[in-house]
T-cell receptor, first 114, second 115 residues
């Protein structure tokens, strides 16, 4: 069966520090991968998605970036965090090409920028 | 642009009773997919049920069913025989017709099941 791992679970970082969140998927090949952010009490905002190694689509212009160095690895990064980057970050995967394929989420990373 | 509206920020239901969580959507596309997710306090998003716009029957998955009224553009989630473990946030989402990578999420409904 497929599993998705996301770490760390929680993170407290000062403003201006770098960020690296990692996500890996097991049990499936060529998944589409996603990074979402959830502000407190809000729905999910799509940040990036990837349909293959090295292919990144950005949905929201900001100081975050994403990379996909391997088929089942997705990384969210920032060179300098802002206070507004605080939130709950969720990685997800999906089987490409199927209309009824849902997003499958990791457990999330709660980021607090101080 | 697609839009998902969940008008109930919070709801209470008595254990063992049924509850309906509302979701309306706005799209002019003929083909779309609707999804419901559960988010417990631990944070992970759990997929519950899917309804395609061309599906003739309402989707069901165990105690979850979807009351799909296409003309009214509503896709309400019905949870039968509520359990304490059903207490969570519930999100309705719609997949874009042209870009399967884009899902639009509602703001969620917090369900509290009372013993």
């Amino acid at each position: 069966s497929q599993t998705i791992h996301q770490w760390p679970a929680t993170l407290v970082q000062p403003v201006g520090s770098p960020l690296s969140l990692e996500c890996t998927v097991e049990g499936t090949s060529n998944p589409n991968l996603y990074w979402y952010r959830q502000a407190a009490g809000r729905g999910l905002q799509l940040l990036f998605y990837s349909v293959g190694i090295g292919q990144i689509s950005s949905e929201v212009p900001q100081n975050l970036s994403a990379s996909r160095p391997q088929d089942r690895q997705f990384i969210l990064s920032s060179k300098k965090l802002l206070l507004s980057d605080s939130g709950f970050y969720l990685c997800a995967w999906r089987t490409p090409g199927l209309s009824n394929s849902p997003l499958h989420f990791g457990n999330g990373t709660r980021l607090t920028v101080t | 642009a697609q839009k998902i509206t969940q008008t109930q920020p919070g709801m209470f239901v008595q254990e063992k009773e049924a509850v309906t969580l509302d979701c309306t959507y706005d799209t002019s596309d003929p083909s779309y997919g609707l999804f419901w997710y559960k988010q417990p306090s631990s944070g992970e998003m759990i997929f519950l049920i899917y309804q395609g716009s061309y599906d003739q029957q309402n989707a069901t998955e165990g105690r979850y069913s979807l009351n799909f009224q296409k003309a009214r553009k509503s896709a309400n989630l019905v949870i039968s025989a509520s359990q304490l473990g059903d207490s969570a946030m519930y999100f309705c989402a719609m997949r874009d017709m042209y870009n399967f990578n884009k899902f639009y999420f509602g703001s969620g409904t917090k369900l509290n099941v009372k013993p």
